[in-house]
């Protein structure tokens, strides 16, 4: 049976032994999944500015970097305020994975401020949240979106195994 609560407890306390840095990590790998979605990518490029969607890139950029910068805070506010036309984008393909990509690096970048496993761990939880809106069924026959789901869940745990041991040999697209 899948349990996304329980999973994200798990994930939350591996975390909390892996420093800051380690955290941002975790989401950046998290959110650079989400990123490199089409129907997002797609989704974000068609509703909002350049300038914002280079914001996005570059936050996701700085949380892998995961050096401290005294403008987490101004970055926060940058992403919490993204927007767009909901009643010209109702429903559209992309806008449920575009929510779930911009809370991403928004716990991204809290958990960088703060130290915080809460906050990284929500970034597995929005990949999470992303694939099963995705490919719940009737999309998918129910054993194909369990091994889907399964199988993320395996690939957060083995991430942050490797960043509690050597997290040199990592880039933002391993494992995936």
Not at 11 to 16: D, G, Q, T, Y
Not at 94 to 107: F, P, Y
Not at 142 to 153: A, G, M, N, P, R
Request: net charge negative; proline share 1%; charged share 30%.
């Amino acid at each position: 049976m899948i349990d996304v609560v329980h999973h994200v407890e798990l994930i939350e306390s591996k975390l909390e032994n892996i420093d800051a840095r380690g955290k941002g990590k975790f989401g950046a790998w998290c959110g650079f999944f989400l990123w490199n979605q089409e129907n997002i990518k797609h989704f974000l490029t068609k509703h909002l500015d350049s300038d914002i969607v280079e914001i996005i890139k570059n936050s996701i950029e700085t949380g892998w970097r995961g050096s401290f910068n005294r403008k987490y805070g101004e970055m926060i506010d940058a992403i919490d305020s993204i927007d767009w036309n909901r009643d010209l984008s109702d429903g559209e393909d992309g806008e449920q994975g575009a929510e779930e990509l911009l809370g991403c690096v928004s716990s991204m970048l809290t958990a960088l401020e703060k130290n915080s496993a809460e906050y990284a761990a929500n970034c597995g939880e929005r990949v999470i949240n992303f694939i099963d809106y995705e490919n719940s069924p009737p999309t998918r026959l129910k054993s194909d979106y369990e091994k889907l789901i399964t199988s993320e869940f395996n690939l957060q745990i083995d991430f942050i195994n490797h960043l509690k041991n050597d997290d040199s040999h990592l880039k933002i697209d391993s494992l995936r």
